[in-house]
């Protein structure tokens, strides 16, 4: 490497650093919701360009994009071809454009990949499919040495979509040299395109979806995280040892500790954290917190979040009301982590899964981001219109309070409520970057924990229930919260008793800096 380049590098990387060490908030798109560009219903890579201005208005400093490649499938999970971009989201050069101006705005992009499987008219599979001389024969897991019988992923020889096509998935073969060649060569590629080492052309990070050790725990690719992973992201850190490295642990339930110290990864989701906050239940929440935040290895992070493209939309929770968002909203930013926000939690908009023989079971949670106060208006991303049990079944709803539109001009909405949470965020160093500690007190439905960075120190207290409550914080400690200066909080909250005791109205969140 000349001396340029090695001074490039650490330029590079110096930048990267410096941005990373800012207070990172992180937005999940599923971009074929998010806004259309050109009017063909589909949410596109343009349009993602031209609401930049909107995500900086918000606060958030990462963008997380669903894949990009081409896909049978409307979420592009399950490649057909995973060096193309999908025609409908755009071409390399908008790619190249969004990528640019992400990074003018000091921002970062993360793209989300899915390399273990391919879909039937994936090239690999097209080729060797009872043709055990293809020089792609390897490349995916057959059962048979005649290539005839073919590991389908989860053994279902046949998936229908949400539009009633047929589709086949294979999985790949993450034991043949070529694959993890062939892999690190597209991941580089992504982080790097024209390879000059510069990396403003590149994407930030990789969430790594449904990475396994044993895929699919089927007992037939084992040891990935050695042998498969570790290799590739070592190769992917030699190119950029800023890039972030974000796994989704297969395994919901788990805390995700092995993805750290076996799989090599910067980031896993904290998944129990998520499970607790729903519950609204105290003793639920401070052990699954417990549990997220203290046994992290040092310099590794947990990506706090109470929805993504997977899970039923918050504001859709048994007894859901406006109190009970503002909780999870602070909860998801405020608690520790990174915080991910998924397109729309911003609105309150809702969705659940549904049960169907297709892959349309998640499309009421992936449906158009609600611009305007009516359904309709210029890049609207409605690509399921007229689908049927999709579209006949929409959340969405013209006037109901749940739209960019209508919040936007409302100081007390949802929308800026988080925006003030965000702005909260950055502005104060605890509560991006500080440790974090249950503080005890007498109520059994008040959360109350600290957020402690350097000098600084935060105090977060959250009544979780209906009910008027009031509570003594660590009755072991002189927490005089008359003394503390109060940063965002509920009105109606009372301090009698010389500021000890705190008299809490139904769902307040209070937040005092030391």
Same mark, same amino acid.
């Given at each position: ?94 790619? $190249?454009?969004?990528?640019? !101006? ?64 047929? !589709? ?68 992917? $850190? ?68 109470? !929805? ?147 000098? !600084? ?58």
């Amino acid at each position: 490497m000349t001396m340029t380049k090695k001074l490039i590098l650490i330029l590079s990387i110096f930048f990267t650093l410096s941005t990373s060490a800012q207070q990172e908030a992180m937005y999940h798109v599923f971009q074929r919701s998010f806004f259309d560009s050109d009017g063909d219903g589909h949410g596109d890579l343009k349009g993602m360009q031209q609401k930049l201005d909107y995500l900086n208005q918000l606060g958030v400093t990462t963008i997380l994009l669903t894949p990009l490649y081409q896909s049978d499938f409307y979420h592009n999970y399950f490649a057909t071809d995973f060096d193309a971009i999908d025609k409908e989201y755009g071409t390399f050069k908008e790619y $190249r454009d969004l990528i640019t !101006e992400v990074h003018k705005r000091k921002m970062k992009l993360y793209q989300d990949v899915e390399m273990q499987y391919v879909t039937g008219k994936h090239p690999w599979f097209a080729d060797s499919y009872k043709n055990p001389k293809s020089q792609y024969s390897k490349y995916l897991y057959y059962n048979d040495k005649a290539n005839e019988k073919p590991w389908y992923f989860w053994d279902v020889a046949e998936f229908t979509t949400y539009d009633n096509l047929k !589709e086949q998935i294979i999985v790949v073969n993450m034991k043949d040299p070529k694959v993890k060649e062939y892999t690190l060569k597209v991941l580089k590629y992504w982080a790097d395109p024209n390879g000059d080492g510069k990396f403003d052309d590149g994407v930030d990070g990789y969430r790594l979806d449904h990475m396994m050790d044993n895929l699919d725990n089927a007992n037939k690719l084992t040891n990935l995280f050695k042998d498969f992973w570790t290799p590739i992201l070592t190769g992917l $850190r030699k190119t950029n040892p800023a890039l972030q490295i974000v796994a989704e642990q297969a395994d919901w339930n788990s805390y995700g500790h092995e993805y750290f110290t076996k799989g090599n990864v910067d980031r896993v989701f904290a998944f129990r954290l998520k499970q607790a906050i729903c519950t609204f239940d105290k003793k639920k929440i401070e052990k699954a917190a417990d549990s997220t935040f203290l046994y992290n290895p040092a310099g590794k992070q947990q990506v706090v979040f109470i !929805e993504n493209h997977d899970t039923d939309r918050f504001a859709s929770e048994p007894g859901m009301n406006i109190g009970k968002l503002r909780i999870g909203a602070a909860l998801n930013l405020l608690i520790g982590g990174v915080p991910s926000i998924y397109y729309g939690q911003e609105l309150g908009m809702k969705g659940k899964r549904v049960q169907h023989a297709s892959d349309g079971t998640d499309i009421p949670i992936r449906e158009a981001f609600e611009w305007y106060a009516k359904e309709d208006g210029p890049g609207m991303a409605t690509w399921y219109k007229d689908s049927g049990l999709w579209w006949d079944n929409r959340n969405m709803k013209p006037d109901d309070g749940i739209s960019l539109e209508e919040q936007q001009k409302d100081p007390n909405s949802l929308w800026s409520y988080y925006r003030q949470l965000i702005k909260l965020r950055k502005t104060w160093y605890a509560l991006s970057k500080g440790d974090y500690k249950t503080i005890p007190n007498t109520s059994d439905k008040v959360f109350s924990f600290v957020r402690t960075f350097e000098m !600084e120190k935060v105090l977060v207290v959250i009544n979780l229930s209906p009910d008027t409550e009031e509570v003594l914080l660590d009755p072991y400690e002189d927490y005089s919260i008359a003394h503390l200066k109060l940063l965002s909080g509920t009105p109606n909250v009372k301090l009698p008793r010389d500021g000890r005791y705190v008299t809490l109205p139904p769902y307040a969140v209070q937040v005092w800096k030391f």
